[in-house]
C-alpha cells in the first residue's frame, strides 16, 4: 500500500512530482530494507491483515517497552588508520562483591591479563545484536563489544565520507585491530563474529597472523561466509537472483547519492520493509515482536550512503586461505539452518576448513540466530570459553529471555 501526500497550494504539476517522488522513494525504500537485511529485491511479503495505524501503535510501545539493546559498559573510543572514530565497550569480570577484582602483584609482577572476548557483529546491526549473550556472559568474563565503522555509535568512515573508496573487509580487519589495540592490549583473545563480524576476523587473520598464533586462543564464527558471496541466491528464483545480482550495485550507488529521498521510502514503506526483515532474518514463526522490531530498529538505522559504500565489499570478500589461521584453535562455527542470507552450506563449507572446528547447525533458524535461539547460540559459545579457559568449567553461564512469544 503506497501513501502519497499533497502540501496545501501545490500546483497539480508539483503534484504529480510529488507523487512520482514518493514511488521512487517508496521503491528505493522496499529495495533497500531488502538489502539492508542482507538480502536482494523481489520478495514476496506476506499480506499484513492488520490496519496501518495499529500496527505503528504497537511499534511505539515496543520502542518504549523493549529491553533490548539497552545493556551498557565502560565506553571507549579507538581509531582506525584513516582516523575513523571506533566506538567499544568493556565488561569487567566482578568479583562476588559486585565489584571488578583488583589486579593482584605477586612477587612484585602483575597477575597474568585475564582472557578478552571481542565480539564483532554484522552488516547494518551494531554492538547491540549481542544482547542476549551479553545479559548472560556479564560479569563472568571480560568482553569488548564495538561497532563497525559507520554503524552504531561509531564514526562514520574517514575516507568514505570525504568520498574515497568503498569499504573492504580488510579495512574492517584492520579496525578489528585498533580496537584490540586500544581495549585489549595484552592478554589471551577469543574472537567472536557474526555475518560481516566474522568477515571481519577472517581479514584479521590473514593481516596479522603474529598476532593471532601469539594471543587468539578460540574464535566463533556465527552465520558467516569465507567466500563466495555473489552465489547466494538469497531463496529467490535463478532468473530474479541473476536480474538483481547485475543491476543492484549500480541501483545502491545512486539511491546513496539520494539519501533524502530513500530515507522517506524507508519510512512510508514500513510495513513492508518490517515484513522483509522479518523473513531474512528469522525462520520461526513464534519470534516475539519485540525482538523483530529491535532488529528492525537496527537496522533501519543504517543510513542508505552506508549501505551503498559496504555492500561491493561482500561480493569481493574471499577469505578461504585465511580460514586456516585459526586451525589450530578451538573453534565453533555456527549457523541458523534456514539462514537465507550466509546459507548454512557456508559454515560447513568452513567447517570442512578446520577439521577439529565444532560445527553446529541450529534447527529452524535464520541469519539472526543469535537473536532468535539465543539460549542455544550461548551455551555452544559458554562451552568454547571454557575449552579456552577464559571461563572455569565449572562457572555458570545464565540465560537471558526468550524470543518466543508466551505461550507458544
Not at 545502491?252 to 514500513?270: M, P, S, Y
Not at 543504517?302 to 577469505?319: G, L, N, R, S
Not at 537465507?340 to 553446529?360: K, M, R, Y
Request: a negative charge; glycine letters at 12%.
Amino acid at each position: 500500500m503506497w501513501t502519497e501526500e499533497r502540501h496545501v497550494g501545490e500546483s497539480s504539476a508539483e503534484a504529480a512530482a510529488g507523487v512520482a517522488s514518493w514511488r521512487v522513494a517508496g521503491l528505493a525504500g522496499a529495495a533497500i530494507g531488502v538489502v539492508a537485511a542482507g538480502a536482494a529485491a523481489g520478495v514476496a511479503v506476506e499480506r499484513l491483515t492488520v490496519g496501518r495505524g495499529m500496527r505503528r501503535k504497537a511499534r511505539l510501545a515496543l520502542d518504549a517497552s523493549g529491553p533490548f539493546g539497552s545493556l551498557r559498559g565502560t565506553p571507549g573510543k579507538a581509531y582506525a588508520g584513516d582516523g575513523t572514530e571506533l566506538y567499544y565497550e568493556v565488561e569487567e569480570v566482578e568479583s562476588e562483591g559486585g565489584a571488578a577484582p583488583r589486579r593482584l602483584r605477586l612477587f612484585g609482577r602483575k597477575a597474568p591479563a585475564p582472557v578478552t572476548v571481542v565480539f564483532s557483529h554484522g552488516y547494518c546491526l551494531n554492538q547491540d545484536s549481542w544482547h542476549f549473550q551479553r545479559a548472560a556472559l556479564r560479569g563472568v568474563v571480560r568482553s569488548v563489544y564495538w561497532d563497525q565503522r559507520s554503524h552504531g555509535r561509531s564514526g562514520r568512515g574517514v575516507e568514505q565520507a570525504d568520498g574515497g573508496p568503498d569499504v573492504t573487509i580488510d579495512q574492517l580487519g584492520r579496525d578489528l585491530k585498533a580496537v584490540i589495540d586500544a581495549a585489549a592490549p595484552e592478554g589471551p583473545l577469543v574472537l567472536v563474529g557474526h555475518s560481516m563480524g566474522g568477515m571481519t576476523l577472517m581479514a584479521f587473520a590473514d593481516q596479522f597472523p603474529e598476532l593471532v598464533a601469539e594471543r587468539v586462543v578460540g574464535v566463533a564464527l556465527v552465520g558467516t561466509s569465507s567466500g563466495r558471496l555473489g552465489e547466494v541466491s538469497y531463496g529467490l528464483p535463478v532468473v530474479g537472483v541473476n536480474a538483481v545480482r547485475r543491476v543492484l550495485p549500480g541501483v545502491l550507488k545512486i539511491l546513496g547519492q539520494r539519501a533524502d529521498l530513500v530515507e522517506k521510502g524507508r519510512r512510508a514503506t514500513a510495513d513492508l520493509f518490517a515484513g522483509i526483515i522479518k523473513r531474512y532474518s528469522f525462520a520461526s514463526r513464534d519470534v516475539d515482536p519485540a525482538v523483530a522490531r529491535f532488529a528492525e530498529r537496527m537496522i533501519e538505522s543504517t543510513p542508505i550512503d552506508v549501505v551503498a559504500e559496504f555492500y561491493p565489499a561482500f561480493q569481493e570478500h574471499e577469505k578461504s586461505e585465511a580460514i586456516e589461521r585459526f586451525a589450530q584453535l578451538p573453534v565453533l562455527v555456527l549457523a541458523g539452518d534456514q539462514d537465507l542470507v550466509t546459507p548454512s552450506e557456508h559454515s560447513e563449507a568452513i567447517a570442512g576448513l578446520l577439521p577439529d572446528a565444532e560445527l553446529v547447525l541450529v534447527p529452524d533458524a535464520g541469519h539472526l540466530v543469535m537473536l532468535e535461539h539465543p539460549e542455544a547460540v550461548t551455551d555452544r559459545l559458554a562451552d568454547l570459553l571454557a575449552r579456552t579457559g577464559a571461563v572455569p568449567a565449572g562457572a555458570t553461564v545464565g540465560s537471558y529471555g526468550d524470543t518466543a512469544q508466551p505461550g507458544s
